[in-house]
């Protein structure tokens, strides 16, 4: 029988030729990542075990994004723990302040999880990194502590599901509506324990940009992974990233899928998740005319270049409703930098946006923007769960970036086709 | 394992298990009297130690946060029955030795309030309100062996499996 490209990597990560949905391996980490949030505890299960070195620091990132630059003194005590532990192992890629951006932006871009590559992170979106061909998943802090220690994962191979997508995207429509839409087919736990492969005709013409922000939410089904062949687009854009050598794998025709799903998205329009559930999943001009407080452009989900530049493309030389507040996170520095090249930075101070430096901030409910009671945000994050930004009585509704930017101009949500 | 019930529905997330506003620090004491705040505000003050949390498909989802069981673990509560777990709080539940049981029928049946216990050599959750028995899914033996030795430090120092 034939193997699934993440059967294929994982396999490629034992000593075993092949493996098989089901199946129970201890697998080697190419990478093993954690945040200022979960590292802390990581870092204390390690020490647990008396060692005085990890095994390799290289394979190890830590990167303070969720409550950085410091909210309170606690969270400064949590990064002081990682930066300490950082220096005593010699831990090369760690992020501080002034250099970190949003772990799953940053990763990719920087180049340090590369195609080919077991990738497991304690947070849950590190699902994101298969969109370049990678296994990746999320994990916990006692996991990662093991990782450090011994370069191994415990993993219980999933099936994989695989999503065909059929016809050509609309104007306004993009990855994030892609996946959006699929969780509002399956559930928040239609993938549960299992790998989704996303495919076909309208993936392959997606760039990186929408691939990661797809691969970003298949969490939000549940799934252990998500993944998505690599192409000439991987290739172009890795190659110049790469710090490693990387492997480009596929599925096999004769592969076993516990599923397979084709949706024609041809007459999709932009998505929007209504509180409580990612799967609570409508066209935009069905909840059109829905009142909000906050917008937030951003996150591991939708705070890269792309995102920036669709935003700033609606938003030039209009300003944001009064009621309105827009708050704008770069994924990473180089995001950062790139917008301010681009005038992009400009376009939301002039349209009343407040552009924040990169963080996890407010997708948590950290700082940066946290929600009152009764209060309502339009977000392009990744989870709506009731009070997850905020005060348990707020709401959030998830979208694109387009669909949130046209809506902050209206102060209600709005299809970016009635703004431009 | 013996305790009081308490039963909530699907999909409780790893936000209304412990909000993030509380994840700034790692002090179990602290996390365990914000258990289950988001969902029952009232839960650190009404369940007692040794009482058992019961729910429907996919507890857990949504955050990685090892904070989530190790807040219901150092509360004191003895295991946690549902339907189904998410995939993350179920090995960060292995990881750290909180017991956990997957029961359809018993998730549906038994009722806030009951006395339940666990037999773990009969494989039976035991209701002893209604006096109605119900087995769980068992463990795979390779993950036995993690929570036979307590969790996955303890596990990392016996096994083979991940001698470097």
Same mark, same amino acid.
């Given at each position: 029988?034939?193997?699934?490209?993440?059967?294929?990597?994982?396999?490629a990560h034992t000593d075993l030729e092949e493996v098989h949905?089901?199946?129970?391996?201890?697998?080697?980490?190419?990478?093993?990542?954690?945040?200022?949030?979960?590292?802390?505890?990581?870092?204390?299960?390690?020490?647990?075990?008396?060692?005085?070195?990890?095994?390799?620091?290289?394979?190890?990132?830590?990167?303070?994004?969720?409550?950085?630059?410091?909210?309170?003194?606690?969270?400064?005590?949590?990064?002081?723990?990682?930066?300490?532990?950082?220096?005593? @192992?010699?831990?090369?890629?760690y992020f501080e302040v002034g250099r970190v951006g949003i772990?799953?932006?940053?990763?990719?871009?920087?180049?340090?999880?590369?195609?080919?590559?077991?990738?497991?992170?304690?947070?849950?979106?590190?699902?994101?990194?298969?969109?370049?061909?990678?296994? +990746?998943?999320?994990? #916990?802090?006692? !996991?990662?502590?093991?990782?450090?220690?011994?370069?191994?994962?415990?993993?219980?191979?999933?099936?994989?599901?695989k999503f065909s997508f059929q016809g050509k995207l609309k104007?306004?429509?993009?990855?994030?509506?892609?996946?959006?839409?699929?969780?509002?087919?399956? *559930?928040?736990?239609?993938?549960?324990?299992?790998?989704?492969?996303?495919?076909?005709?309208?993936?392959?013409?997606?760039?990186?940009?929408?691939?990661?922000?797809?691969?970003?939410?298949?969490?939000?089904?549940?799934?252990?992974?998500?993944?998505?062949?690599?192409?000439?687009?991987?290739?172009?854009?890795?190659?110049?990233?790469?710090?490693?050598?990387?492997?480009?794998?596929? +599925?096999?025709?004769?592969?076993?899928?516990?599923?397979?799903?084709?949706?024609?998205?041809?007459?999709?329009?932009?998505?929007?998740?209504?509180?409580?559930?990612?799967?609570?999943?409508?066209?935009?001009?069905?909840?059109?005319?829905?009142?909000?407080?906050?917008?937030?452009?951003?996150?591991?989900?939708?705070?890269?270049?792309?995102?920036?530049?669709?935003?700033?493309?609606?938003?030039?030389?209009?300003?944001?409703?009064?009621?309105?507040?827009?708050?704008?996170?770069?994924?990473?520095?180089?995001?950062?930098?790139?917008?301010?090249?681009?005038?992009?930075?400009?376009?939301?101070?002039?349209?009343?946006?407040?552009?924040?430096?990169?963080?996890?901030?407010?997708?948590? #409910?950290?700082?940066?923007?946290?929600?009152?009671?009764?209060?309502?945000?339009? $977000?392009?994050?990744?989870?709506?769960?009731?009070?997850?930004?905020? @005060?348990?009585?707020?709401?959030?509704?998830?979208?694109?970036?387009?669909?949130?930017?046209?809506?902050?101009?209206?102060?209600?949500?709005?299809?970016?086709?009635?703004?431009? | 394992?013996?305790?009081?019930?308490?039963?909530?529905? !699907?999909?409780?997330?790893?936000?209304?298990?412990?909000?993030?506003?509380?994840?700034?620090?790692?002090?179990?004491?602290?996390?365990?009297?914000?258990?289950?705040?988001?969902?029952? %505000?009232?839960?650190?003050?009404?369940?007692?130690?040794?009482?058992?949390?019961?729910?429907?498909?996919?507890?857990?989802?949504?955050?990685?946060?090892?904070?989530? %069981?190790?807040?219901?673990? @150092?509360?004191?509560?003895?295991?946690?029955?549902?339907?189904?777990?998410?995939?993350?709080?179920?090995?960060?539940?292995?990881?750290?030795?909180?017991?956990?049981?997957?029961?359809?029928?018993?998730?549906?049946?038994?009722?806030?309030?009951?006395?339940?216990?666990?037999?773990?050599?009969? $494989?039976?959750?035991?209701?002893?309100?209604?006096?109605?028995?119900?087995?769980? +899914? %068992?463990?795979? !033996?390779?993950?036995?062996?993690?929570?036979?030795? *307590? #969790?996955?430090?303890?596990?990392?120092?016996?096994?083979? @499996?991940?001698?470097?």
């Amino acid at each position: 029988m034939g193997m699934t490209i993440t059967e294929k990597i994982i396999a490629a990560h034992t000593d075993l030729e092949e493996v098989h949905a089901g199946q129970f391996v201890y697998a080697e980490v190419d990478i093993c990542l954690g945040n200022d949030i979960t590292a802390p505890i990581a870092i204390e299960q390690f020490e647990t075990l008396g060692l005085k070195h990890v095994l390799n620091p290289d394979t190890i990132v830590l990167v303070p994004d969720h409550f950085t630059p410091n909210k309170d003194i606690k969270s400064a005590q949590n990064a002081k723990v990682l930066r300490a532990f950082a220096q005593k @192992h010699q831990i090369k890629n760690y992020f501080e302040v002034g250099r970190v951006g949003i772990e799953h932006v940053l990763l990719p871009e920087k180049g340090i999880v590369v195609p080919g590559d077991l990738v497991i992170g304690a947070d849950s979106h590190t699902c994101t990194y298969g969109a370049m061909g990678i296994f +990746s998943t999320g994990v #916990g802090s006692t !996991d990662i502590a093991a990782c450090f220690a011994t370069g191994k994962v415990w993993l219980k191979v999933p099936e994989t599901i695989k999503f065909s997508f059929q016809g050509k995207l609309k104007e306004w429509v993009s990855g994030k509506d892609l996946i959006l839409y699929t969780i509002g087919k399956i *559930g928040v736990d239609g993938a549960r324990y299992k790998a989704m492969e996303f495919g076909g005709p309208v993936i392959e013409a997606l760039s990186m940009d929408d691939r990661l922000a797809m691969c970003n939410m298949a969490i939000e089904a549940g799934a252990k992974n998500g993944i998505i062949e690599p192409d000439s687009c991987t290739e172009e854009y890795i190659n110049s990233r790469a710090k490693r050598a990387y492997k480009f794998y596929s +599925s096999d025709d004769n592969c076993s899928y516990s599923d397979i799903h084709t949706y024609d998205v041809s007459n999709l329009s932009p998505q929007v998740a209504l509180p409580n559930l990612p799967e609570n999943v409508c066209p935009v001009e069905d909840v059109s005319d829905i009142k909000i407080d906050q917008v937030v452009i951003g996150s591991c989900t939708n705070g890269r270049i792309s995102d920036l530049r669709i935003a700033a493309q609606i938003l030039k030389g209009r300003k944001i409703h009064p009621s309105i507040r827009l708050i704008i996170l770069p994924g990473t520095q180089d995001v950062y930098l790139e917008a301010l090249k681009e005038g992009l930075i400009e376009i939301f101070i002039n349209a009343e946006g407040a552009v924040s430096t990169p963080t996890c901030g407010p997708c948590l #409910g950290g700082h940066m923007g946290v929600l009152a009671e009764g209060e309502r945000a339009l $977000s392009t994050t990744n989870r709506n769960f009731a009070g997850r930004m905020g @005060h348990p009585k707020s709401e959030i509704y998830l979208c694109n970036p387009a669909v949130a930017a046209a809506s902050s101009i209206t102060g209600k949500i709005t299809h970016p086709e009635r703004i431009v | 394992m013996k305790g009081i019930i308490w039963k909530y529905g !699907d999909n409780v997330n790893t936000d209304e298990i412990i909000p993030a506003r509380y994840l700034n620090t790692t002090d179990l004491k602290e996390l365990s009297s914000h258990c289950m705040e988001d969902i029952d %505000p009232d839960f650190v003050r009404k369940a007692k130690k040794g009482d058992i949390i019961i729910a429907g498909e996919n507890f857990g989802c949504g955050s990685s946060r090892e904070h989530a %069981p190790l807040s219901i673990k @150092h509360f004191g509560i003895s295991c946690v029955i549902a339907k189904s777990f998410a995939r993350i709080f179920f090995r960060n539940a292995i990881n750290i030795g909180l017991p956990i049981f997957e029961s359809e029928n018993a998730a549906i049946e038994i009722n806030e309030g009951d006395e339940v216990s666990i037999d773990l050599d009969l $494989s039976k959750i035991i209701d002893m309100t209604t006096k109605k028995e119900y087995s769980f +899914s %068992p463990f795979p !033996d390779e993950m036995k062996g993690i929570i036979e030795a *307590g #969790g996955l430090m303890e596990y990392v120092v016996r096994s083979k @499996h991940f001698k470097t």
